[in-house]
């Protein structure tokens, strides 16, 4: 196998806090094959988005990406990349949409021009061309009378609209990355599907490799390929997606997906997990899920655990997995 | 739009006549023509002089009804105080001054060249200045840069402006005489000359809360989501700061920037004054030290409606700088 398109490995993202400095991503280790869509799934304030922003080297201050980190992106170390060439890769080779389409959008703008500067950034094309090209992906995009959507302002625009329009914007350059947080979370039930499938198109006509960050299974069941699972700032398990979701090995993942409520299981009592999600800074030693673990015995509280291969497409960060490998 | 528009100026007119109202019983009622002609022909003048003056300047007349000449008699039943000085304020026919004895529009329109001469280029390279070191401020924020410009915000804003004033005489003036002390000369070839002093402590007199409320605007707009999104698609640091933070904090900003602009015309009282330059602000300043009142009643007019002015344009400049604003 090829190297992959996106290596990341040892990621830490740290911020400062009034005694010494707080880890809300740690020791993150992901790879995307080029053309594949993995999605990143975990509780809010687990550090999925914070591990996004991170690829784009966007992480809000005072946030830090610390030192030993390293993401390789089409074989290039995007930690060290001078600025000027990072802002080549930050929408030139990575596009990335976010949550809430309206406040994405700079709202004194009309939608056409963000994304005509979008690719006039990348590309020394005169107006009237990045013009053509707006319209043109406005129309991929799904929008409908796309030469006049072009000159509307953002609040004039629906969130599926804007979200459509952020899409085109991050997917303007055909960038070999496509990052999206939370993509449908904002939106209504009825417009999600229409927006996934729209990235999934818009991926697999472009050949784009997909991050996906989402807290929804429904949404990793309809377009991942790969599932990486994150609890409290690291990745706890991965693997491919059917083999993970019926076969799901980290107490937390099979606690998550039991968690999901099932119409088999209408009339019994939605099982949770235990407990609360650690606060960053609060994060518990050894196993970060111990506390909250069914199956939880003394190496959990004393030992981190390693990756752990189960199979040939999924690994899992747990103990207990461990020692039934081993067994 | 136009309709809002015809509104709002509706509006302004009911202000206006709020305002003269108000004004006719500072000027007539609180302190009353009596007083005035006291104090013009001063304390020991003959009653000839006195009551002669009242008539020249027109204080003579009943308060509120003319009953002297008949009851049928419709021009002069309104020949009163009021209906007078209503018809001069409306008409923009102010009289002559108390104090003097000129005609009042002479006065303003000499004045209002030498005011606009220091206020236009004080408003302009505030402006300027002002944002341009906000931005640089929020940008640096919380670096040893963005310090250094609070630091100067907060001492300038604690220091009393005539310190300022004093100071910049005694310093620029007199010990290093690179500019006059005070003065004014119209000719285009010297007025820099005269201008550049108060000029440059006008600055530093506006400069700290002006920088403050525009760093604090764009900070706010710099962690806004648009912006991570812009940095997303590659633009960089200039780009971000000039096309997307400056361009939406500029809607907060006009509301502070806007309504100034008619108060260009009334000039700048304590720097006019100190620097000798002979606009409106100074006549304000000498009208009120003798006790000129037709005088400081025009320029109080002239001030509230540059207020009400100022309002209006905000209130449009808003609706033009951003396109959610809908006018109605």
Known sequence: MSAPLLEIDRLAVSFRAERGRVHVVDRVQLALAAGETLALVGESGCGKSITALAIMRLVPRPGLIEAESRICFAGRDLLSLPVAEMRNVRGGKIGMIFQEPMTSLNPVTRVGAQVEEAIRLHAKVPAGEARRRTVELFQTVGIPDSGIRVDAYPHQLSGGLKQRVMIAMAMAMQPRLLICDEPTTALDATIRAQILELIRNMATTTGAAVLLITHDFGVVNAVADRVAVMYAGQIVEEGAREELLSRPRHPYTQGLLRSIPRPEARGNRLEEIKGVVPRPGQWPQACRFHPRCPHAFDRCRSETPARTVVSPTQAAWCHLVDEEARA | ?328
């Open chain 2, 1 to 328: 739009m136009v309709v809002y528009l015809v509104r709002r100026l509706a509006y302004g007119v009911l202000t206006v006549f709020g305002v003269m109202l108000l004004l006719f019983v500072l000027f007539f009622g609180v302190t009353n023509p009596d007083d005035i002609a006291r104090k013009a022909v001063g304390e020991r003048a003959m009653p000839e002089v006195y009551v002669q003056w009242k008539k020249n300047h027109g204080y003579d007349r009943p308060m509120f009804l003319n009953t002297e000449h008949g009851v049928f008699d419709g021009r002069r039943y309104s020949d009163t105080l009021l209906f007078e000085h209503f018809r001069r304020l409306l008409s923009f026919d102010f009289g002559r001054s108390d104090n003097g004895d000129e005609p009042i529009a002479r006065r303003l329109r000499e004045g209002a060249g030498p005011s606009l001469s220091l206020t236009l280029p004080l408003f302009v390279l505030g402006l300027v200045l002002g944002i341009g070191i906000a931005l640089l401020a929020a940008f640096f924020r919380e670096t040893y840069i963005d310090r250094a410009v609070l630091l100067v915000c907060v001492v300038t804003m604690s220091v009393a402006g005539l310190l300022f004033i004093i100071g910049g005489q005694f310093l620029v003036g007199l010990l290093l005489k690179w500019f006059p002390v005070s003065g004014f000369d119209p000719n285009a070839t010297v007025i820099a000359r005269f201008l550049a002093l108060p000029v440059l402590i006008g600055l530093v007199m506006g400069f700290g809360p002006d920088v403050r409320l525009y760093r604090t605007v764009f900070l706010e707009e710099m962690n806004r989501d648009y912006v991570r999104t812009a940095r997303a698609k590659g633009a960089g640091d200039a780009r971000v700061m000039l096309a997307h933070v400056l361009r939406n904090a500029l809607i907060p900003i006009l509301t502070n920037v806007v309504m100034a602009i008619p108060f260009l015309f009334t000039g700048a009282l304590l720097l006019e004054s100190f620097f000798g330059i002979p606009g409106l602000g100074s006549l304000t300043v000498d009208a009120l030290n003798g006790n000129d009142f037709a005088m400081l009643r025009t320029m109080v007019y002239l001030g509230a409606l540059a207020f009400i002015a100022g309002q209006i344009l905000t209130d449009v400049s808003y609706a033009l700088a951003d396109p959610r604003v809908r006018l109605s």
